[in-house]
Structure formats: C-alpha cells, structure tokens
C-alpha cells in the first residue's frame, strides 16, 4: 500500500463524501482518539464538579492549598504552591516535546521522532515521580499536625502558615485563637491527627483529602498509561514500523491522548491548588 | 514533495479502509510550538506570582478560571492542533461542552442549596 500520495485538486473536491478519503480529513483512529478524550474529559468535568458542590457545601471550613502544599524537595522552609509550579512546567515541557515528535514525523525524520518520544517518557515518569513525592508529604503531614475535637472540629497548629501568630491555633473556618485558657482545654480534649488519609485529614475536612485522592490519582493513573502507550510507540518508531508504514499517524494519536493528559492538569492545577 | 499546485498532499492509511487523508505540512511549525510554549509559561508564573497579592480573592477567582480557559485553548488549538483541522469537527468536539457548563451551574447552585439543611432541626 502506498504511503506518500497525491490527489489532483479535481479529484479531491468532487470526492470528498464519494468514498476512498475521509470527509472530516481525519482518520478513523484518530476520530476515535478525540472522541474518547471528550468522554474521558466529562468524567473528569464531572469529578472536577462534584468537588466544587462540595466545596461550596463546605465552604467556610474548605481547606486553603497554599496552607496544606508547601514542601519543596532539599530546601527547608515553607515554598507554597512552587513544587506543584514546576509540576506543570515539567507537564507543559513534556507536551513541547511530544508535539515535536508529532512535527518531526510529519518531516518523515525517524531519528528526530525517536529522540522527541525519549524526552517525552522522561517528562512523564519526572511528573508521576513528582506526584507520589507530593502524596507523600500529603500523607505524612506535618510534625505537630492537629487536634480533633470529640464533635469533628479540626484545631491546627500555626507551622508553616504565613504570618500567623506564635503560640496559636487555627479553628476550622481559619480564624486565629489566641487565647491561652482556650487553647488548653482545646489540647486537652483534643486527639492528635498527622496528615491525610481517606477519613482523617490534619487540614481540614476529610473530603478535601477524599477529593485529593482520587481526582489526582484518577489524572496520575491516565499520565502513568500514556507513559507506558508512549514507550510502545517508542519501541516501534526504534523498529522502524512508521518508516516503513510510511506514515506517523500512530505518533499524533498518542500525541493527542498526552496532550489532553496536560490539558487536565491545567484544570487540576487551578481547581485544587490556586483557586 | 512535488510543488504542483493542483496537488494535495497526504497519505493513505494503509489499514483495510485505507482512506486518503490530507496533510499539510508548514515548515514554520515549531516556530508556533515553542510561541506557544512561552505563553503556557508566562501565565502559569502569572498565576503562581498573584496568587500570593493581597487582591480580593473573589477577583481572584474569576482571574484564575479565565487564564486556565487561555490556556486551555492554547494546548488545545495549536498543541492538539484543533484549530487546523475541518470545522465538523471542531464543533462536533467543542459543543458537547455545553452540558459541562449546565452541569457547573446547577450543581454549584445546589452545593450552596444543600447548606440550607444544616439549619434544619429534625435532619
């Protein structure tokens, strides 16, 4: 079958419902990629969504992200939001290099597709590494975490909050209690909680952590499978298969399922850690 | 590549529809890639560096769901490449969303609606 090909522009005008080409100009798989990634983005729309119902629910006692992600890996102190900033800026590199490799095959360039591909899985295994580093701290908590009260309330130690005064804790809809008789009886009657967990969460309401959970892991679970379709793809391009297919359809269908993995984040980054 | 303008590019499938699919290729693409890789850095910095300003947190908001939607069309129009291919299918990808948008506004409104039972004594 041949690969490169030409149509007179007579032939492709009076044929294009007429059968032998594709009247979107797009492929059957292709078509089958986007319209799988519009399914797979209302399952995270809807994800997305019934975090923000609960969340508006919530809403006086919702933990703050910058409060809760504020770890940077070898520096000590307090960086809010700068891991999960260059957590996007590695996402957003991956997909410059992916969309260079879907260039290079348009160039026909085997070895530049190759090389491209390489990039792009390492991009990707950075940011599922990156991830489970920030599960990790998420988990794990902080040193003095919090205090549950017998009735749910979360009581949580000033570490790490911006311009919070000393010897102080944070009632649940983020005001300061300073008051010393106060904070003895609430430490008295209070249980310890360190860090997050599907029911337990130091910073606030467990949903939050429920959320984290699943709508992070859902999005690192679909980063972890386009790695692995991308090392598929890699190994082929390696063999040679689109050189002598003749064409790199199969490198824009991936490309576009790593594309939408980034589109995704974009959503995760603002709903979760900015807004 | 021929230059005869009465030509179109592309290539065959090669599986068992083995349809004719046309290809255009514009040298000045990674050109567009690496632009467009510049803006998606500048407003994620964007983003990060307001977030910490003593700007009113509802302003804020707005601010942050209009720079994610720029974004989101920059990735989709020039990294998936939706902006070149035909308008079918644009709008059969693009308009199914209006549902989303339904789903945001309804449920949102009964995220603050349910609230309203805390106040209730006997649930």
Same mark, same amino acid.
């Given at each position: 079958?041949?690969?490169?090909?030409?149509?007179?522009?007579?032939?492709?005008?009076?044929?294009?419902?007429?059968?032998?080409?594709?009247?979107?100009?797009?492929?059957?798989?292709?078509?089958?990629?986007?319209?799988?990634?519009?399914?797979?983005?209302?399952?995270?729309?809807?994800?997305?969504?019934?975090?923000?119902?609960? *969340?508006?629910?919530?809403?006086?006692?919702?933990?703050?992200?910058?409060?809760?992600?504020?770890?940077?890996?070898?520096?000590?102190?307090?960086?809010?939001?700068?891991?999960?900033?260059?957590?996007?800026?590695?996402?957003?590199?991956?997909?410059?290099?992916?969309?260079?490799?879907?260039?290079?095959?348009? *160039? *026909?360039?085997?070895?530049? +597709?190759?090389?491209?591909?390489?990039?792009?899985?390492?991009?990707?295994?950075?940011?599922?590494?990156?991830?489970?580093?920030?599960?990790?701290?998420?988990?794990?908590?902080?040193?003095?975490?919090?205090?549950?009260?017998?009735?749910?309330?979360?009581?949580?130690?000033?570490?790490?909050?911006?311009?919070?005064?000393?010897?102080?804790?944070?009632?649940?809809?983020?005001?300061?209690?300073?008051?010393?008789?106060?904070?003895?009886?609430?430490?008295?009657?209070?249980?310890? +909680?360190?860090?997050?967990?599907?029911?337990?969460?130091?910073?606030?309401?467990?949903?939050?952590?429920?959320?984290?959970?699943?709508?992070?892991?859902?999005?690192?679970?679909?980063?972890?499978?386009?790695?692995?379709?991308?090392?598929?793809?890699?190994?082929?391009?390696?063999?040679?298969?689109?050189?002598?297919?003749?064409?790199?359809?199969?490198?824009?269908?991936?490309?576009?399922?790593?594309?939408?993995?980034?589109?995704?984040? +974009?959503?995760?980054?603002?709903?979760?850690?900015?807004? | 590549?021929?230059?005869?303008?009465?030509?179109?590019?592309?290539?065959?499938?090669?599986?068992?529809?083995?349809?004719?699919?046309?290809?255009?290729?514009?040298?000045?693409?990674?050109?567009?890639?690496?632009?467009?890789?510049?803006?998606?850095?500048?407003?994620?910095?964007?983003?990060?560096?307001?977030?910490?300003?003593?700007?009113?947190?509802?302003?804020?908001?707005?601010?942050?769901?209009?720079?994610?939607?720029?974004?989101?069309?920059?990735? +989709?129009?020039?990294?998936?490449?939706?902006?070149?291919?035909?308008?079918?299918?644009?709008?059969?990808?693009?308009?199914?969303?209006?549902?989303?948008?339904?789903?945001?506004?309804?449920?949102?409104?009964?995220?603050?609606?349910?609230?309203?039972?805390?106040?209730?004594?006997?649930?």
């Amino acid at each position: 079958m041949s690969a490169e090909a030409t149509l007179t522009k007579e032939d492709s005008s009076k044929s294009i419902w007429g059968g032998g080409r594709s009247p979107f100009n797009i492929s059957w798989g292709k078509m089958y990629m986007w319209f799988f990634l519009v399914s797979d983005a209302f399952t995270f729309s809807s994800l997305l969504t019934a975090y923000g119902v609960m *969340r508006h629910r919530f809403a006086e006692i919702w933990p703050k992200a910058q409060e809760v992600f504020t770890h940077f890996p070898f520096v000590a102190g307090h960086l809010p939001l700068a891991y999960v900033g260059l957590m996007t800026f590695i996402l957003i590199m991956s997909s410059v290099t992916m969309v260079l490799a879907v260039d290079a095959g348009h *160039r *026909r360039n085997n070895k530049a +597709v190759a090389l491209w591909m390489f990039f792009t899985i390492i991009g990707g295994f950075t940011f599922v590494g990156s991830q489970a580093w920030e599960w990790y701290h998420f988990i794990e908590g902080t040193e003095q975490g919090a205090l549950i009260m017998p009735n749910g309330d979360h009581y949580r130690f000033t570490e790490g909050v911006k311009g919070a005064p000393e010897h102080a804790l944070i009632a649940p809809n983020h005001t300061y209690i300073t008051d010393a008789v106060e904070i003895a009886k609430i430490e008295k009657e209070g249980r310890p +909680v360190h860090g997050a967990n599907l029911t337990e969460n130091e910073y606030g309401h467990p949903l939050f952590g429920d959320f984290f959970f699943f709508i992070t892991g859902f999005h690192g679970f679909h980063v972890f499978s386009g790695v692995v379709i991308n090392i598929i793809i890699y190994f082929n391009v390696l063999g040679g298969v689109y050189t002598r297919r003749g064409h790199y359809e199969q490198v824009e269908k991936v490309g576009l399922y790593w594309h939408f993995v980034d589109l995704v984040w +974009v959503f995760v980054f603002t709903f979760f850690y900015l807004v | 590549m021929s230059e005869n303008k009465n030509e179109v590019h592309g290539y065959y499938t090669g599986d068992i529809h083995n349809q004719f699919v046309e290809e255009h290729y514009d040298p000045k693409n990674r050109a567009v890639i690496w632009r467009t890789f510049w803006i998606l850095l500048a407003i994620t910095l964007a983003e990060v560096s307001i977030a910490f300003t003593s700007i009113s947190h509802n302003i804020l908001i707005v601010v942050f769901i209009a720079l994610t939607i720029v974004k989101a069309y920059f990735i +989709v129009a020039y990294f998936m490449h939706l902006k070149h291919e035909k308008y079918t299918l644009i709008y059969s990808i693009i308009l199914p969303f209006i549902l989303i948008l339904y789903l945001i506004v309804m449920a949102l409104g009964e995220g603050n609606y349910i609230h309203f039972w805390d106040h209730v004594p006997f649930l």
